[in-house]
């Protein structure tokens, strides 16, 4: 997902069905989308593999519940198709039969969740709320990191002195140029953190940087 994917789904993801519930038997999937609903949540069903693929390829969601053995298909093509489509998205997968095998590889393949059918409805709902609150966490510790690097750059350079609030405006002007920047300071000053925030300010941040200790380079070598 990029950068303004991102930002399109915090701001869409109230008008948009929270969950795909994926399951089927349809006298368990009324029964788990009525308890979904009156805990607050939108739902969109599928019944087996194929609907909820054709379901993940037009619309996003804020989580995906797949039962893990049905027909068309099973619960870990849906996970594996959920995660291509949005890498940040929880998938808890549920099944019957308790396989640690199945288990094992569904959170191989990016599974928030393994939970076993047989469980209360409450412990379900516990899941599903801790799943959703990591999800939202990420996604602000994103955003912060996104806000942070288009003021300061990366890494944070952190301090309120007039002294350091100079230093980072002439880094962030001094970065849109093609100039060769040299930066003094005595040893521990923070060089390399400004010299970071310079590459990653810059044009050239899609390009490697490269840190290299000359005090450790013989003179002669440094030369050459």
């Not at 997968?93 to 590889?105: K, L, P, W, Y």
């Not at 379900?124 to 996104?146: I, Y």
């Not at 944070?156 to 980072?168: D, F, N, T």
Request: glycine share 4%; net charge negative.
């Amino acid at each position: 997902m990029n950068d303004a994917d991102r930002h399109l789904w915090v701001v869409t993801a109230s008008f948009m069905s929270d969950i795909l519930l994926v399951e089927d038997k349809d006298s368990l999937r009324r029964v788990m989308r009525l308890t979904l609903e009156h805990a607050g949540y939108g739902v969109t069903e599928a019944a087996d593999a194929r609907s909820a693929l054709n379901e993940i390829s037009t619309a996003r969601h804020s989580l995906v519940l797949t039962d893990l053995r049905m027909p068309n298909g099973s619960g870990l093509d849906v996970l594996r198709a959920a995660r291509a489509a949005d890498a940040d998205v929880p998938v808890i997968v549920m099944t019957a039969f308790g396989s640690i095998d199945e288990a094992v590889q569904a959170m191989k393949d990016g599974a928030h969740d393994f939970l076993q059918k047989t469980c209360r409805f409450e412990s379900l709902l516990l899941l599903v709320e801790r799943a959703l609150e990591q999800a939202r966490l990420r996604t602000e510790n994103v955003l912060l990191r996104e806000e942070w690097s288009k003021r300061y750059g990366f890494p944070k350079i952190l301090g309120e002195s007039e002294v350091i609030k100079r230093a980072v405006a002439d880094t962030q002007r001094v970065a849109q140029t093609e100039a060769t920047v040299l930066l003094l300071g005595e040893s521990g000053t923070g060089k390399e953190l400004f010299a970071r925030a310079v590459h990653h300010l810059s044009n050239r941040r899609d390009k490697p940087f490269v840190a290299i200790n000359c005090a450790a380079i013989p003179e002669t070598l440094i030369e050459k």
